[in-house]
């Protein structure tokens, strides 16, 4: 993205209802020590996700990669199964674009959150074969409330605006997933010890 592109996102003003306003006492956010260095993939969270999955065969097959600061970009290049109306993305495939980029962000924050909320502004069509350039970051913090935006411009980091999005994740415990996800897909998971130990990981956020 552009530096004029990047004001020009940046400078307008918040958008959405009150719950997506940061309150007084909300921090910046911090990137942690061991967040993947900027430009480095931040690889998948899990490999049967909707957003990012590669053995999700649907799937978005979205790859964030870290930016300085607490900022991530991603690339989505709708294909026909995306479409909603005739040769265009159905906007509840980009709004899941943006929630999949947006809940990336919270990798470089090493803590795990969910979406609580989530606003989208569908400001042009996206037509099929087009890629859409996804810019999210972290705008505030505050307990276990991560405030956090995003947009997708057409065809490339500085191309028009089609889509953009305030939201709200909520930190969690990794019970959360265990005590709420299907028994069958919880064991597979716990049964690999790498992907156990990367999320416990997360838990120990020092
Ligand atoms: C072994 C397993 C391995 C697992 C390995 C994978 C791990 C990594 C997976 C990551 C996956 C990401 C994927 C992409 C992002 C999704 O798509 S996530 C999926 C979609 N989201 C969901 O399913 C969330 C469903 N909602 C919930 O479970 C619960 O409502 C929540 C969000 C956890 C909140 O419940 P809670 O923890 O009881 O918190 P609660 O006290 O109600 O609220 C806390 C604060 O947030 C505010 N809040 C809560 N919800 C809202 C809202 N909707 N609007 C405004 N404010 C709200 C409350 O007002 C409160 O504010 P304060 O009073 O503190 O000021």
Redesign the pocket.
Known sequence: MSNDNRQEAAARPPSGSA??IP?PDATAPVRHPDAPAPGELLGS??EH?F?CGGLQPHGLHLEARAREGVRVTAEFTVRPAHQGAPGLAHGGVLATAL??T??SL?WLLRV??????LETDFVRPVPVDSVLHLDAEVNAV????IYCSAVGRIGSPEGPVAVRASA???E?K?D???D??RSEE?QA??ADPD??RR?RAFEVNP
Request: charged content about 15%; aromatic content about 8%.
């Open positions: 719950s997506l309150p969270h899990y996700c957003g929630d999949e947006l809940g919270n795990i959150a969910v979406t609580g909320r505050a307990g276990r409330k709200l994740f909520i969690v990794v959360h997933f265990i709420n996800g919880i998971v716990m992907q156990v999320t």
